[in-house]
């Protein structure tokens, strides 16, 4: 029974993009911060962060691209 309950409690990508968000930006709530944790997966904050990165990485290329041409 508790192997379906931890199951039941994994984070959706919802969750997990919101996470990485917040987490970008420095501000979140302490409540919020302690139910990500307990809900989140190391491999689902690794994945996330690096998806997040890459994101953050080609927003910056374009907006260089759109002003330098």
Do not use: C, P
């Amino acid at each position: 029974m508790r192997v379906k309950d931890k199951k039941s409690n994994k984070a959706g990508y919802v969750q997990v993009a919101k996470a990485v968000f917040w987490a970008f930006s420095g501000i979140r709530k302490n409540t919020d911060h302690a139910a990500d944790v307990e809900s989140l997966t190391m491999k689902q904050v690794v994945i996330g962060g690096i998806i997040g990165a890459a994101i953050f990485v080609g927003i910056l290329l374009l907006l260089v691209n759109l002003i330098t041409n």
